[in-house]
């Protein structure tokens, strides 16, 4: 603020202000519905991921192999020409220990979640999931994962197929 | 706060033409910069927005890059006034965050992939405490080191008439407060806010006439990195590099470290203003630390960053925040800033902004 | 509707057919790109995550203008003009078919407190607007209704005439009514759809290609948005939007000016009142001129030769640049059976839609 401005508007309230009905306010819900389609890729992402397996696609041009997979390559700006499975292991690329959820409400059990680099996608392709099995204190950057997947009957098509990442150490 | 977001917008307005000594007449274009729409309650946001922003009548424009909004609201205005269209052009920010139940943060669940994502559980603490992990585990960087920034930037706030979290802390006291997101603690980040902030542009020939002391945006520059944020490194932001570069090439910077006298970047969480220090070339990659150790970016230090306080010390309304570091830039090469005043003689000065899922950077080079 | 694919898959589609068009590689040629996006309509905040990839566009300069498409043309020009980009790109799209509830977020662009309560099909904004005009300007209902009939029938003939028919005035003024007194075929139907358009300086311009269409004048502007504040016979914004247009264009008599006209018809009355804003029609004349066929594809002034809104379909915020386009093909003499001959001068505007009194109009010509 300029030291000019000796004075400024605005009135400063707080939540539990208006908790108490001080302030008169409008309270509505909005639900938005939406469906989105997955498209080329994701469908067959998904349909993978429901076989228990997880597939990526690959650009000839600037030999990557892409995951999640995508029918254009972003950085030749051209279509991907094939599809390629790749592995259900990797490695931890980051981590992180989350003791909030999405409503920034306290968890009681906080949710690991890293992003893994997978095993036969071009290094440093990860994507973002949750760790399990695993001390949080131990969990470290450059730790080796598998994934842990649903049974097949209860495996519907989602990312969720896979339940976590868990370290293959001692195995 | 208990204005409305058309009112919050007008009483920044109000200011910024007041102290360019303008009326609405006097304006011919408006652009305006608001990010989600979740936060007001709102579709179609801008459209809501634009009576509070003195828009009714002239040619509106809302811009939207997530958190870059901010910085690149005045860039928007740029554009404007560069192109020979307008002459003037006011911009503004504006962020009312409070009205999303139970807590602003839910709306950010949106940001993320609707069918490989959100099914996670994700908060946008996530990505920044993954990004903060890699950026440690690169460089070796500890925790108190990035806790410094949040103890300097709080500390500067407290001289910040509008500042929310103004207060001299202490490293120890950022350590110990609680974890929310390992390896982010809640002194690490800061708060929803609600908030407003304008500038008025105006062409060279209308500047001069209006004010001897005008500020010039002498560069401008933005870029948007991959939606695929696990893909890359995140270890450094490289769409600040480019965007830095933009701005550094119109502005004709060769060496920004040594001709940049002052620094606002955008620091949401204090890892951030290191982070984005190394992008915007101000430091080497993972050096930034040192210098924050070191003092060189305290308000008397060779190259003081976040003399308002930053983000972590007034606050954080998305879109205004951004726009609070312009004007900031522009309190201090005009001397104006008051206690917050920077020690040297700041000349040139740098605004920046972060958005997206480590996407987005907004530059913009001021000079006096 | 286009469920097979993604919305970013579908903007790829249409980006790469525009690269090749104009010859142009986006990882090297191009500056500066836009998207006219608005977050509720795709499902995501912050919209402009989603759009680098696809366009060619990642670790470049891309924005997003929340406005409709013209707008973010006009933002092109502007980034152009000011030297910062020789070439730009402006994207924009609707994936209607991923939104289930579409009223719910229409309704949720109204005032919170002083309109949000009104539990109706949120068109009942274009209903009050449209008998404030119908009485302002002593139309008659029916002309309204031949807005409809003659945009169907031209889309029958449009390669994406999706809501083409041959319909006549009493199957229009008979069918449900959306929001009295607009019926639903007077109502435009949203569908799916992404256009990218390749701006480019006009020393670039020459070098590129010999199908250049050039934007000679733009302007776009906001009346208020308060609903119950507005004169909601005339269409406020697309006068002050017309203006500025004219002015940069140098058009002085915009009546006789004109080759053809892509306007606003998301409303069949709407078609008549930016009709009249735009000066392409006297007030309260529009209608006996429609009426007249002053307006078909073989009158003095074709208007929504393509079928328009109500023919082809409302595109959300790329509503806009689907009439350019219908306007850019014309001009380039590419419209196939649509083409009006001789076609060299084209004036185009479009509506942010309900609730909104923002609009933009450009000036073209070959």
């Known amino acids: 603020m300029s030291q000019k401005i000796t004075s400024y508007p605005g009135h400063e309230i707080t939540p539990e202000d208006v908790k108490e009905g001080k302030y008169l306010d409008v309270v509505y819900k909005f639900e938005p519905k939406y469906s989105w389609a997955a498209g080329v890729a994701i469908s067959r992402f998904l349909a993978e991921l429901k076989e228990g397996r997880i597939i990526a696609r690959k650009c000839m041009n600037c030999e990557r192999i892409l995951v999640p997979p995508r029918m254009y390559c972003e950085q030749c700006f051209r279509p991907t020409d094939e599809w390629v499975h790749i592995k259900d292991t990797g490695t931890i690329n980051t981590y992180s220990i989350s003791h909030v959820g999405t409503d920034a409400r306290r968890l009681k059990t906080p949710i690991l979640v890293a992003v893994v680099d997978l095993d036969g996608a071009t290094p440093g392709m990860g994507i973002l999931h949750n760790l399990g099995e695993v001390e949080p204190s131990k969990i470290e950057v450059g730790m080796k994962v598998r994934a842990v997947w649903k049974s097949s009957s209860e495996r519907q098509g989602a990312i969720t197929d896979i339940r976590y990442f868990k370290p293959i150490g001692e195995e | ?368 | 509707m286009t469920p097979g694919l993604s919305t970013r898959e579908l903007m790829f589609e249409a980006a790469s057919r525009a690269y090749e068009d104009a010859g142009i590689d986006p990882r090297k040629d191009v500056q500066s790109f836009i998207c006219c996006t608005e977050d509720f309509w795709e499902g995501i905040s912050i919209t402009d995550e989603y759009m680098p990839d696809q366009l060619g566009a990642v670790l470049k300069p891309l924005c997003t203008i929340s406005s409709d498409g013209v707008v973010g043309l006009a933002t092109a020009c502007m980034h152009i003009m000011s030297g910062i980009a020789d070439v730009a790109v402006v994207e924009s799209h609707s994936k209607i078919s991923d939104v289930l509830n579409p009223d719910e977020i229409s309704s949720f662009a109204l005032d919170p407190i002083y309109d949000h309560h009104v539990n109706a099909d949120p068109r009942f904004v274009a209903g009050l607007e449209m008998a404030r005009y119908l009485k302002e300007t002593a139309t008659k209902r029916d002309y309204c209704a031949q807005v409809a009939v003659k945009n169907k029938k031209n889309a029958l003939l449009n390669p994406r005439g999706v809501h083409g028919a041959n319909l006549d005035k009493d199957a229009v003024l008979n069918s449900k009514v959306a929001a009295s007194p607009l019926t639903e075929l007077e109502s435009s139907k949203t569908i799916d759809g992404s256009i990218v358009f390749v701006l480019a300086s006009a020393q670039k311009a020459k070098k590129l290609g010999n199908h250049t269409v050039w934007i000679n004048g733009i302007g776009w502007s906001s009346d208020t948005p308060w609903i119950e504040d507005r004169d909601m016979a005339k269409a406020a914004y697309a006068e002050q939007s017309a203006a500025r247009a004219y002015k940069m264009a140098s058009v002085r008599n915009p009546a006789t000016n004109f080759d053809l006209a892509e306007v606003d018809d998301t409303y069949s009355y709407k078609e008549l009142q930016s009709l009249e804003a735009l000066k392409l029609a006297a007030k309260g004349k529009a209608g006996k001129m429609i009426e007249s066929g002053t307006f078909d594809r073989d009158g003095r002034l074709p208007v929504n030769a393509s079928g328009g809104s109500l023919g082809v379909g409302h595109l959300l915020e790329a509503t806009g640049l689907h009439k350019m386009l219908e306007a850019v093909l014309q001009l380039r003499g590419q419209a196939g059976r649509l083409q009006i001959p001789g076609a060299k001068k084209a004036v185009v505007q479009s509506w942010r839609g309900i609730p909104t009194a923002t609009g933009a109009v450009a000036v073209l010509g070959n």
């Open chain 2, 1 to 368: 706060m208990l204005e409305s977001p058309k009112e919050l917008s007008f009483e920044a307005t109000r200011m910024a033409l007041d102290s360019a000594g303008l009326e609405l007449k006097d304006i011919q274009s408006v652009v305006s910069g608001s990010a989600p729409d979740a936060f007001d309650g709102m579709h179609m946001k801008g459209e809501y927005l634009l009576d509070g922003m003195g828009g009714i009548g002239k040619p509106n424009q809302r811009v939207y890059v997530g958190g870059g909004t901010g910085v690149f609201t005045p860039i928007g205005g740029w554009w404007n006034v560069a192109s020979g269209m307008y002459d003037t052009c006011l911009c503004v920010a504006e962020e009312k965050m409070s009205p999303l139940h139970p807590h602003p943060q839910y709306a950010f669940w949106s940001i993320f992939d609707q069918i490989l994502e959100r099914p996670l559980g994700t908060t946008l603490l996530w990505i920044f405490s993954l990004e903060m992990r890699r950026y440690m585990h690169k460089y070796g960087i500890t925790e108190e080191e990035i806790a410094s920034v949040a103890v300097k930037n709080k500390g500067n706030a407290v001289d910040h008439p509008c500042a929310q979290l103004g207060a001299k802390i202490t490293v120890d006291d950022v350590m110990n407060s609680e974890p929310i997101c390992w390896p982010v603690k809640r002194l690490d980040v800061s708060p929803p806010s609600d908030g407003a902030a304008a500038v008025v542009l105006a062409s060279e020939k209308v500047a001069k006439k209006l004010t001897d002391q005008p500020v010039w945006l002498d560069g401008v520059g933005w870029t948007l990195d991959t939606t695929h944020w696990t893909n890359r490194d995140l270890a450094y932001p490289e769409y600040v590099e480019k965007a830095a570069w933009m701005a550094y090439k119109m502005a004709g910077i060769k060496k920004p470290r040594k001709e940049i006298d002052i620094a606002e970047v955008y620091d949401p969480f204090d890892y951030k203003e290191l982070h984005h220090m190394e992008g915007l070339q101000l430091a080497g990659k993972g050096e930034a630390p040192k210098m924050a150790v070191d003092g060189v970016t305290q308000r008397d230090g060779d190259l003081p960053v976040c003399p308002s306080g930053g983000l972590l010390g007034v606050g954080n309304p998305i879109a205004a925040a951004g726009m609070m570091k312009i004007c900031e830039v522009f309190w201090q090469l005009r001397g104006e800033a008051g206690k917050r005043q920077v020690k040297k003689d700041a000349r040139t000065g740098l605004a920046q902004a972060w958005g997206d899922l480590m996407q987005v950077g907004t530059v913009a080079v001021m000079r006096s």
